[in-house]
């Protein structure tokens, strides 16, 4: 799909930087008085190379190489986890056109231009007053399935309208800007192990700053099908019968260092077939996802397929399509980015739900900030402060978390009021789903009040 350029020089530098500090070895870009270093900045970055069979991830966090394959094995064969998944909307996503209150007065005098129309989306079932964005048709599906959790005024006191900044609290899970672990990443330093570096796992180019952690390993890969296998020099189907041959290799023997090498080869070889699935072009997906350039319904896909096949995940994390950054060319942009990241999601969770899998798994959409209530005369928004975040699930209570406060009482700034805090989502996803004391995780956890979000 098409990529809106219509965002801000910050948003830009924002992702400059961001990218920079995930790739181990290369120097970050000069940061402005103020703003916080990535949460990861400094975390080595080395190949996760399995004995005899090269694997195409990247491992963060590791002290050294270890035969991490072991540890994946292991932490499969245990009891199956709930599984978080993060889903990060770039750029500040409009949470006045997300849901919107259309036969507001006020709302329409701000908005000339871009307010919508009542008869353009569907009716909230929850507020009368607000009506779902086009696009988020598969969303306000969900909702009517009681699937899906909706935050229609989430943020934080006191916002910060630095994409950078306000995006870094979010992921480290505290408005402090010297914090340099993620939130997810503290829960897997509290609850991970050493040698499993699939139980926080960024599917994308670089590491999510959300599962930076100081203890344990964690894994980036751009998507599951970059999993791959080779053996220099053979291929095809002599290839096929070498790697077939691992299996009877690994036979116990009475020799304890023959008995060790043999122990790797028997857990190189369940990690080939286990991983087996994602390769090629296609997961053998129970349903279709949407056609698009874009890799997301690709990655969500395949991320289904590795935990129908019980790979250890704990906590994922990725970027959605679209850039939501949109101080011009708003309409266009917004619909545009939301219609395939909806579309995208509703056939994941559909895929759970074919699998068997629905019951585990929660995903949680949210975006920096939200934007400015009145339009700025370029067909566009600028920064704004609350924003709208939904979590998706079979076990999502499915019912809305903080009221909508309107829009006759904005800030001074002329900004939707928050009637929810991210910190408070944050402790309930660790308590309620997670099983984990948010106070282990969470700075100050105790000042925060806690929705209910999981039934």
Not at 98 to 119: F, M
Not at 167 to 177: D, I, M, P, S
Not at 389 to 415: H, K, S, Y
Request: aromatic share 8%; charged share 20%; glycine share 10%.
């Amino acid at each position: 799909m098409a990529r809106s350029c219509h965002h801000c020089d910050e948003f830009s530098r924002a992702s400059l930087v961001r990218k920079t500090a995930a790739e181990a070895g290369r120097g970050l870009p000069a940061i402005e008085p103020g703003m916080p270093f990535p949460a990861g900045t400094g975390l080595d970055r080395r190949a996760f190379v399995a004995r005899t069979l090269g694997l195409a991830i990247s491992v963060y966090g590791a002290g050294k190489l270890h035969l991490f394959e072991e540890g994946i094995a292991r932490a499969a064969s245990g009891p199956a986890q709930p599984v978080l998944v993060s889903v990060f909307l770039p750029g500040g996503t409009d949470a006045l056109s997300v849901l919107y209150p259309a036969l507001d007065s006020t709302y329409r005098s701000l908005r000339p231009t871009l307010a919508l129309d009542a008869g353009a989306g569907t009716q909230f079932s929850e507020d009368s007053r607000l009506y779902w964005h086009p696009s988020l048709s598969p969303f306000a599906t969900l909702h009517g399935e009681g699937k899906v959790s909706v935050l229609p005024a989430v943020g934080y006191t006191h916002p910060d309208q630095s994409h950078f900044t306000s995006r870094h609290f979010w992921e480290v899970g505290a408005t402090e800007t010297r914090l340099v672990s993620g939130w997810m990443g503290r829960y897997l330093d509290h609850v991970g192990t050493r040698d499993n570096p699939l139980q926080g796992l960024s599917l994308d180019y670089q590491l999510q700053p959300a599962l930076a952690t100081a203890k344990v390993p964690v894994a980036s890969l751009a998507a599951p099908d970059e999993y791959t296998f080779d053996a220099p020099g053979v291929w095809g189907d002599v290839e096929q019968r070498m790697l077939e041959a691992l299996g009877p290799l690994g036979s116990r023997r009475s020799d304890r260092f023959l008995n060790q090498a043999a122990n790797a080869t028997t857990q190189s070889d369940r990690l080939r077939r286990e991983l087996a699935p994602f390769t090629g072009n296609g997961y053998g997906t129970p349903v279709p996802y949407p056609d698009s350039d874009d890799p997301f319904p690709h990655q969500l896909a395949g991320l289904a397929a590795m935990l129908a096949a019980s790979l250890p995940l704990r906590c994922v994390a990725m970027t959605a399509p679209g850039e939501y950054d949109t101080h011009s060319d708003q309409p266009k942009a917004l619909a545009d980015g939301l219609d395939i990241t909806a579309r995208s999601l509703l056939a994941f969770q559909r895929d759970l739900e074919a699998r068997g899998l629905a019951d585990r798994v929660l995903t949680l959409v949210w975006s920096e900030f939200g934007r400015r209530a009145e339009e700025n005369g370029s067909d566009g928004t600028d920064h704004g402060a609350a924003g709208t975040a939904f979590l998706i699930g079979t076990r999502a209570r499915g019912q809305m978390v903080g009221e909508f406060p309107g829009v006759a009482n904005l800030d001074d700034d002329g900004n939707l009021r928050a009637t929810s805090d991210f910190r408070g989502v944050y402790c309930s996803l660790l308590e309620q789903w997670l099983n984990e004391d948010a106070a282990a995780v969470i700075p100050g956890a105790g000042s925060f009040q806690r929705p209910v979000l999981v039934k």
